[in-house]
């Protein structure tokens, strides 16, 4: 009996310890607005759902929070919302937002102290040594590579031609590992020739068990993590990953030793490798391996995700399509050969295709941070030190206040006239500040080279309106079921 008053009596102190240290952050709380939160728990109640509906739940909250910052606690973490584009300005442009929320460090066990899981003077020097290696130069080389296996995937989908509907996103898969397996990691192993590697199939499992885990507190102690099978299976998925990755590094140190000359492109691997030639001291092997794991993973799905969304949106919208094909085919003919970069950047109504596709389903619906310091943001609310912060782009580019047909695939939300009239921060593909991406132009580059293959050649169907595909959340946003198109061979009228 005395030892549990014993227990009662430590665990009480234990607690009033804890949240006295903590009583700025409770204090600075309850001046936010925010749902009702329970004891432990807080606001994760709200979540308890499938992986796969989570965007949906939080697109729901940030529909009912629209102006005002929101409070959400998950357990023992303060996380505010924000869902006034003059609000994402002022966070994504500040350094002290420069972090990323602690949450992703449970992706370091794959991605190391890479661009994206990485913060801090780490991040800020390497950021600065690899963003210039991704210039309008190296984008512009990349269309012949792009060229080569956009030809190859339309001769693998002319197989599909006139055929029942197919979920198109295994081809595009294939086509855009090639691709950036060639770019970034000077490989020329051809998945769409001879099938998904053991590598690449461990990285699409690797994005599923690393999500899994985000989302699911429980697994999230390492001490509970470590007792499960999850455990073993990234183990056996890091070891895939990294293995090929060693490879790499080695045929460039091989391709360094021999002056053999880049091949077709000279690929971000090497760049990397003959900065750590003249700096060894700031790139470790292992943060090397890291980058290039990084690169690779953050080119390849979203561009995957892309062109698929974008293949999709042109067969439930005819004349959209139709639009663009015209202007293809008004700018480089009807037969696909390697286009120009200054020809590409005529293409102005499939870059607004495009841009809208990117507004519907954008690859970060959620964006997180850490605040680093106290910030009082408009004068008015005190955000403080430690607590994450969450941008919910999915939801702000679905915003009729800030879209005419939010909803829907439409390109003309693009015109500049529109355009003009928009807060430059509701419209967040690729993030912004010091954290945004710094892929986007080759990613334009690579999708656009693409599209422009797939109109030339088919003319592409789906069944249903785009208000019927319904989302899931995984690292990214996906369709629950795929994107189911039909093709026929496009005639020029
Ligand atoms: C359609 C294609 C792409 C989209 C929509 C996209 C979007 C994004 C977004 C939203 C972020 C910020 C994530 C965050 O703040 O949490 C990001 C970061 C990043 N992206 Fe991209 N990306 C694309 C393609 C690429 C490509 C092709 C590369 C590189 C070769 C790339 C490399 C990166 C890197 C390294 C970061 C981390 C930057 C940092 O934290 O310093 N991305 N991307």
Redesign the pocket.
């Known amino acids: 009996m005395s030892l549990l008053i014993l227990l009662t009596v430590l665990l009480l102190a234990f607690a009033i310890k804890f949240a006295w240290k903590r009583r700025f952050l409770y204090r600075a709380a309850a001046k936010f607005q925010g749902p009702v939160a329970l004891p432990l728990i807080g606001n994760a109640w709200l979540f308890m759902c499938k992986n796969e509906d989570i965007l949906m739940r939080i697109y729901g909250l940030s529909k009912k929070y629209p102006d005002d910052p929101v409070r959400f606690w998950l357990g023992p973490s303060l996380i505010i919302m924000l869902s006034n584009p003059h609000h994402l300005e002022k966070i994504l442009s500040s350094s002290k937002f420069a972090h990323?929320h602690d949450i992703y460090d449970l992706l370091k066990v794959f991605t190391g102290e890479?661009?994206?899981t990485s913060s801090g003077s780490l991040?800020k020097e390497h950021?600065h040594l690899?963003q210039p290696m991704?210039t309008a130069n190296f984008s512009q080389d990349s269309v012949a590579v792009m060229q080569k296996h956009a030809e190859r995937c339309m001769d693998i989908l002319e197989a599909k031609l006139d055929q029942d509907m197919f979920d198109i996103e295994d081809a595009i898969h294939q086509c855009m590992i090639d691709a950036?397996k060639e770019l970034?990691l000077g490989s020329t192993r051809s998945s769409q020739l001879h099938g998904y590697s053991k590598y690449d199939r461990a990285l699409t499992n690797m994005y599923n068990l690393g999500f899994t885990r985000l989302v699911k507190p429980y697994l999230q102690p390492e001490m509970i993590y470590n007792l499960t099978p999850y455990k073993r299976r990234q183990e056996d998925l890091i070891h895939a990953v990294k293995d090929f990755i060693k490879q790499v590094v080695q045929q460039s140190k091989e391709r360094r030793a021999h002056s053999c000359p880049p091949g077709d492109i000279y690929p971000?691997v090497d760049r990397i490798r003959d900065v750590r030639e003249e700096r060894p001291d700031v790139i470790s092997d292992k943060v090397f391996e890291d980058h290039l794991l990084?690169?690779y993973a953050?080119?390849e799905d979203?561009?995957t995700i892309?062109c698929s969304f974008l293949a999709l949106c042109f067969g439930l919208y005819p004349e959209y399509q139709e639009r663009a094909a015209k202007e293809i085919m008004e700018v480089f003919g009807e037969t696909p050969s390697t286009p120009s970069w200054e020809a590409l950047s005529k293409l102005q109504y499939l870059d607004m295709c495009l841009k809208d596709v990117?507004r519907l389903f954008?690859?970060?619906p959620i964006?997180?941070r850490k605040c680093t310091s106290d910030f009082l943001l408009d004068d008015k609310w005190l955000i403080p030190k430690n607590c994450g912060i969450a941008l919910p782009?999915f939801a702000i580019h679905r915003d009729p206040r800030y879209w005419s047909h939010p909803d829907h695939f439409y390109p003309d939300h693009f015109l500049p006239e529109s355009t003009n009239q928009r807060h430059p921060y509701a419209y967040?593909?690729?993030?912004a500040g010091?954290?945004?991406?710094?892929?986007?132009l080759?990613?334009n580059t690579?999708?656009k080279v693409f599209t422009c293959n797939l109109l030339q050649r088919f003319e592409i169907e789906a069944a249903g309106t785009l208000a019927e595909v319904e989302l899931k959340m995984d690292i990214s946003t996906r369709p629950k079921r795929g994107y189911r198109l039909k093709l026929k061979r496009r005639v020029w009228k």
Do not use: Q, Y
């Open positions: 990323k890479g661009l994206i991040h950021r690899i991704l950036n970034i971000v990084t690169l953050a080119a979203p561009s892309t990117l954008p690859i970060g964006i997180l782009i967040l593909p690729f993030s010091s954290r945004g991406c710094i892929g986007k080759l990613a690579i999708i």
